[in-house]
């Protein structure tokens, strides 16, 4: 086991040659652990789930390792939904499912029990009393709903390069603590582009590598 003060001493390259080695589905990718195949190509496998929420539940894994979806690059990701597609109408053709469940677990407090990134294909029928997904509504007020809305929509805009920004929502029962929130952020948008990238960089590598490497011991 490496120790959290090797780990920062090593450099990124290090780090992911460490989890590769370290990654069952990295191995179930090289052929080193035997896997149910169902579809392969230079860029992704299928398999079936060993312990499937449902009869037929596959996994689409990246032949690279890849932890959550942001470092997968944008060709990478066309190709795996792709395939996912194909996957899931697999199910309801050959499986006589009445339909499906298309569903990554995109970091540790979504579920994501592997170190590796996937998509899960969960064919799906009425009976089948699946509760793994809680889809139970929340009441929220107009004022939650354009909090949430303006942050996520200026963030999309900046992923997409579109300059258009609007302003954060002040709440008008706590402005002061809504005006820190708008302030620190422009602060932030308004640092050269190098600086940002350099602060995304820092954060990817501490949300997604050491701390998923020392806390989730890959999935047997
Ligand atoms: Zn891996």
Same mark, same amino acid.
């Given at each position: 086991m490496v120790t959290e003060e090797e780990l920062a001493n090593m450099s990124p390259e290090q780090i992911q040659e460490l989890q590769k080695q370290n990654c069952i589905f990295c191995h179930i990718v090289s052929g080193r652990v035997a896997s149910k195949k169902i579809y392969e190509d230079d860029?992704?496998?299928?398999?079936?789930?060993?312990?499937?929420?449902?009869?037929?539940?596959?996994l689409l894994l990246t032949k690279e390792h890849y932890q959550i979806m942001p470092q997968i690059p944008d060709d990478i990701i066309a190709h795996i939904f792709m395939v996912a597609k194909k996957l899931s109408h697999a199910c309801l053709r050959a499986l006589n499912a !009445?339909?499906?469940?298309? %569903?990554?677990?995109?970091?540790?407090?979504?579920? +994501? =029990?592997?170190?590796?990134?996937?998509?899960?294909?969960?064919?799906?029928?009425?009976?089948?009393?699946?509760?793994?997904?809680d889809l139970s509504e929340k009441k929220v007020s107009e004022d939650a709903l354009e909090q949430m809305r303006i942050p996520l929509k200026n963030k999309v805009n900046?992923?997409?390069?579109?300059? !258009?920004?609007?302003?954060? %929502?002040?709440?008008?029962?706590?402005?002061?603590? +809504? =005006?820190?929130?708008?302030?620190?952020?422009?602060?932030?948008e308004n640092k050269p582009a190098e600086k940002r990238q350099e602060k995304n960089n820092k954060e990817l590598?501490?949300?997604?590598?050491?701390?998923?490497?020392?806390k989730n011991e890959p999935r047997k």
């Open positions: 860029k992704v496998l299928a398999i079936l789930d060993i312990n499937p929420l449902n009869p037929g539940h596959m !009445e339909g499906t469940n298309v %569903f990554i677990a995109n970091g540790a407090p979504a579920g +994501q =029990k592997a170190s590796h990134f996937m998509v899960h294909i969960i064919p799906r029928m009425k009976a089948d009393k699946l509760t793994t997904f900046d992923l997409f390069g579109i300059k !258009e920004k609007e302003p954060f %929502f002040v709440d008008k029962r706590d402005k002061e603590s +809504q =005006k820190k929130v708008y302030v620190e952020k422009e602060k932030l590598n501490l949300d997604n590598i050491s701390s998923f490497l020392i």
